[in-house]
């Protein structure tokens, strides 16, 4: 499970499509694109405001990072945090409509600071809004993608955040850890660092006697056992168990992954031992289908025979109505749908090619006979092997 070597240099091109990034802390200096992400509780003071001395100092590393040569992508929170203060707000809301609003008022707030700071190093910013829609389907990350690569090639430094304003509970990320982890696939970087208000991951909650950091993560076997209970803070939505998440989908991406508190930033981009880093486990694989093993919301199952499991898990088929046993949900052909053996283990995840209410009449039917009573098109697959994915351990905790 240890990781492979590679890298890049800061002038050249990112690492391919393919192949892992760098596979220890010596080739951080040198990475040539990383995607940084900052969450709220390291930009916002107290009462919820945001802390713009904070915010210069990150932008301040980052502009260093832009002046040796790299390219540096932001993944920032803190839209509604900023919002909090200007809107009387005591807290971070419940409810999604006030987040919205929350977060319509604090982008632009939090975008108007981004742009004076980095101005100050002779640099521009350009806001870019994503939802989970923007990964999934095809033609959205393709755009999205696009428009990341003219950004930078323009010398412009993406800010990134979920587009919170529109977003709803069936379409969002969830938190900015996880779309950081598929923005660095998205755009091919070379290393993903993760800015929180802790210096990476301990052997218990920090502020508990006797624990420690841990310096470095190979695989799932170096992290078995840690508590990781403890929640985020009140700005913010994602604990220490998001951000184990989101680096489980970096590193099995091929992405490595630095955790560290905030004021390491420079430290940690130079390779310093700061925070812990988190070995490349995998290789780069679709940003489609790297989404549907650890991001999407499924909308339904599709039931299997024996065979059928066999055919998908050993052999990587389509998978074909003949071996659907039963159907459960509410989907649209395009959907996100769960892939369930006969013992009720999830396999697989795919997206699916027919609305819920076209699947029963088709269950159990070879291709030939649905072609021969119900005409061409209705033969095809329930699930098209480039549209599935196996679902395996897709978490680095315990």
Do not use: C
């Not at 024996?306 to 052999?315: C, F, K, L, S, T």
Request: aromatic share 2%; no cysteine.
């Amino acid at each position: 499970m240890g990781p492979a070597a590679g890298g890049s240099t800061a002038t050249g091109a990112s690492t391919a499509a393919g192949a892992p990034g760098p596979a220890d802390r010596a080739a951080l200096p040198s990475a040539a694109r990383v995607v940084v992400k900052v969450g709220s509780s390291s930009l916002t003071d107290a009462r919820g405001h945001l802390d713009r001395e904070r915010l210069t100092a990150l932008v301040d590393v980052l502009a260093a990072r832009r002046a040796a040569g790299g390219q540096v992508v932001l993944v920032s929170s803190g839209a509604i945090a900023s919002a909090l203060g200007p809107l009387g707000l005591p807290g971070r809301p419940r409810d999604l409509a006030t987040q919205q609003a929350a977060a319509s008022v604090g982008q632009g707030l939090l975008v108007a600071d981004y742009a004076r700071a980095f101005a100050a190093h002779g640099l521009r910013v350009g806001q870019v809004l994503l939802t989970a829609d923007d990964t999934v389907r095809r033609t959205h990350h393709r755009n999205a993608s696009r428009a990341l690569e003219r950004l930078l090639a323009l010398g412009v430094v993406p800010v990134i955040n979920e587009n919170d304003a529109v977003a709803t509970q069936e379409i969002r990320f969830g938190d900015n850890d996880r779309l950081a982890a598929l923005v660095s696939h998205l755009v091919r970087a070379d290393a993903l660092v993760l800015l929180t208000d802790v210096d990476g991951l301990h052997t218990g909650p920090p502020g508990r006697p006797g624990s420690v950091r841990i310096p470095l993560v190979r695989g799932l076997e170096d992290v078995a056992g840690v508590d990781v209970s403890a929640r985020g803070s009140a700005v913010g939505t994602g604990g220490m168990v998001t951000k184990l998440d989101s680096v489980a989908i970096a590193t099995a991406s091929g992405v490595p992954v630095v955790l560290t508190a905030a004021a390491n930033a420079a430290g940690a981009l130079a390779g310093d031992d700061v925070g812990t880093f988190f070995a490349a486990t995998g290789r780069r694989t679709s940003v489609r289908l790297l989404w549907l093993a650890h991001a999407a919301r499924t909308r339904g199952r599709l039931l299997l025979d024996e065979g059928a499991a066999r055919a998908v898990r050993d052999r990587g088929t389509s998978l074909l109505p003949a071996g659907v046993t039963r159907v459960e949900g509410d989907f649209d052909a395009g959907d996100p749908v769960e892939i369930v053996g006969p013992d009720g283990v999830v396999l697989a995840r795919g997206l699916v090619a027919y609305d819920v209410a076209e699947v029963p009449p088709l269950l159990g039917r070879s291709t030939s006979d649905l072609r021969a009573e119900l005409g061409p098109g209705y033969d095809r697959e329930l699930v098209h092997r480039d549209d599935l994915v196996l679902v395996g351990r897709t978490t680095l905790l315990p």
